[in-house]
């Protein structure tokens, strides 16, 4: 009780002497005002479309027209259509647009995520495949989808795939520029007053180029991307990009080998061949140890003729390596995207704090697992990382300054921090964004941040008599002195309040060695750290590439933690109730040393625990 109130006056009374020392030192300093301004925001043409979620609906817009015979005889459209059945997250509609009579045939809307909702939609449209028809009228297939976007409360996320292999064709409108017209000027602008984005798909080499024009023309006025698809098979790819942004995936290069590695911290790993008969050629995903991966380690599972899309979702057990799409068509084309578990923080500067101008900045970034996000992680020089920063600085709503950086990876034990530094030469508003990339792997980035650069302060001093200097340093001197002070008798009182190490560790390799814990510690180690002591300090113990602290708390409790991710460190724990039994360690994770315990690497006991010390 004497000692915790010892404690707490000092704590008070250095709270209190702190202040004191602030607000004498700002009495003494006249700072400038910043002059930066916040840069203003561009305005987009249309509203931002937001992620997709269970709400978002789906159009597709399908041209059935009679051309199709020709420009897509296999009909990959029709695959590729059944695929986003198989992708979409939410509520899904197809309008197959052909002929001249109102209302078009409509497939949906029905929701995805209702049981069996996915195979009565894609039978749906099976049973479309070769149906085709003469006209092509665009119009009506997109003011169609306007009614049922209405009809449904313009959902956020909601967006429309346009799929087409010619101009918009009607007996009373030959040329297609009356239904061009109306679309550009009347329709699309409706779709971006609600942040509903069309994306076109110009699909064969019949398209001419005031089509595309037309079609590019639709997707810039309401967001969207415009895919000028000159083979059906490339469908696919822009496709599958857009589900990649939906779900925040990231293409994993698959080679010509359509083999691609997985990381220790994927999550979610979604892998799709698209070929030209899979029935002919099945598809099988091939584990690292080269064989068929169990179904049951598969999810969602989809396919037609000219596709199969597998997720993997990886929770508990990461069986991290390559990973081979193993098909006997030489035409197949492979895609693989990943969710990874780890995401950037950024742990310097903080948003909106005040920096001088011409002075060194210095961006601080880690990498945390979501598995354990009280963590960093620690890459080695085997692994692929990179960061970089893109910054602007912005002054009375011009750019000054703009440029690129990469962050470089600190040397251990500061190996979990990747910085660099940057000087900007005026005030203004700076803008920060962080990429990265993790086994070539894109994590999600960080929101961009805004600090503000002012000039320097100057002090009031300047110009002045000495009144101004005999003033301000001495009381920055007596200050300075009386906080060291102070720091001093709380670190004695720091180390005086902590439990000393205790016991001794038996070398379960040499048996008959032994270490007792917390003898012949270094000064250094003694005050900074005198209830921890690290791998470092045991000598004569192989622990391989284990690295793990010793802690000693009150009530003579010992706990092991661990330094840094060693999956193979364990604990053979003898006091449990069911005898004895493994405990694994890992990070973030502390856990407890009774007498007898041992510690394992790679399963082989280095070291027993003792809580007495030797006689």
């Known amino acids: 009780m004497f000692t915790r109130g010892i404690w707490l006056s000092l704590s008070i009374l250095l709270l209190s002497c702190h202040s004191l020392f602030l607000a ?40 059935r027209s009679s051309s199709l015979a020709q420009t897509d005889p296999e009909e990959y459209s029709t695959s590729v259509t059944r695929i986003l059945a198989d992708l ?30 996915r195979t009565s939609l894609q039978r749906q449209i099976e049973a479309q495949k070769n149906m085709l028809h003469g006209n092509t009228p665009t119009q009506y297939a997109v003011e169609q989808a306007t009614s049922l976007l209405a009809q449904n409360g313009y959902p956020a ?14 007996p009373a409108d030959q040329d297609g520029n009356k239904q061009i017209t109306t679309i550009e000027q009347k329709d699309a602008p409706a779709f971006c007053t609600h942040g509903i984005p069309i994306n076109t798909f110009g699909l064969g080499n019949q398209v001419p180029s005031y089509t595309q024009t037309f079609l590019r023309t639709v997707a810039g006025e309401t967001g ?28 994993v290069a698959t080679g010509s080998k359509h083999q691609f590695l997985v990381d220790t911290y994927a999550r979610q790993v979604d892998f799709i061949a698209f070929l030209k008969n899979s029935q002919a050629f099945p598809v099988t995903l091939l584990g690292p140890n080269q064989q068929p991966v169990p179904d049951q380690e598969l999810l969602n599972q989809g396919g037609d003729k000219h596709y199969q899309f597998e997720q993997m979702v990886l929770q508990q057990f990461n069986p991290a390596g390559t990973y081979t799409i193993q098909t006997g068509d030489p ?90 530094q940057i000087t900007l030469p005026s005030a203004g508003s700076l803008t920060l964004a962080i990429s990265a990339t993790y086994q070539y792997v894109p994590v999600p980035a960080i929101p961009e941040i805004s600090v503000q650069i002012t000039n320097a302060p100057v002090s009031s001093c300047v110009g002045t ?52 814990l917390g003898k012949h510690r270094t000064l250094k180690n003694r005050l900074l ?52 039994q493994m405990q694994p360690v890992s990070l973030g994770s502390p856990v407890r040393l009774h007498e007898q315990d041992r510690i394992l690497v790679h399963g082989v006991p280095c070291a027993m625990f003792h809580l007495d010390s030797p006689s």
């Open 331 to 420: 035409s197949v084309q492979t895609y693989v995207l990943e969710e990874t578990r780890l995401h950037v923080a950024l742990l310097s500067p903080v948003p909106h704090a005040s920096f001088s101008a011409g002075k060194p900045l210095t961006v601080s970034v880690a990498f945390f697992d979501d598995n354990n996000p009280t963590q960093h992680i620690h890459p080695t020089s085997q692994e692929s990382v990179t960061v970089g920063l893109t910054y602007t600085l912005q002054k009375a709503g011009k750019i000054v300054v703009k440029g690129e950086k990469t962050l470089h990876q600190q040397a251990p034990p500061d190996d979990d921090l990747f910085s660099t």
């Open 224 to 251: 969207g991307r415009y895919q000028d698809v000159t083979d059906p098979m490339q469908l696919a790819q822009p496709v599958l990009q857009l589900y990649a942004s939906w779900q925040h995936l990231a293409f």
């Open 529 to 580: 750290h005198p209830s921890t002591i690290s791998t470092e300090e045991l000598t004569g113990f192989d622990f391989q590439d284990a690295h793990f602290r010793l802690r000693f708390q009150r009530g003579r409790r010992l706990v092991l933690v661990m330094d840094r991710n060693t999956p193979s460190l364990s604990v053979w724990c003898v006091q449990k109730p069911a005898g004895q």
């Open 24 to 63: 004498g030192n700002i009495l003494a300093l006249q700072t400038q005002e910043t002059t930066g301004q916040r840069a203003m925001a561009s305005q987009a043409s249309c509203a931002v479309a937001p992620a997709p979620d269970a709400r978002a609906l789906l159009i597709v817009l399908l041209d």
């Open 465 to 516: 008599a000495s009144p101004c200097q005999s003033g301000a340093a001495p009381l920055f001197i007596v200050g300075m002195a009386f906080l060291t002070l102070l720091f001093l008798l709380l670190l004695f009182f720091f180390v005086w309040r902590r439990p000393a190490p205790f016991g001794f560790l038996e070398n379960s390799q040499q048996r008959g060695q032994v270490q007792v």
């Open 88 to 117: 979409w997250p939410g509520h899904m509609a197809v309008i197959f647009f052909s002929g001249s009579s109102q209302p078009l045939l409509q497939s949906g809307p029905v929701d995805l995520t209702q049981t069996g909702a």
């Open 157 to 170: 996320g909601s967006e429309v795939m346009l799929i087409t292999d010619g101009q918009p064709f009607l």
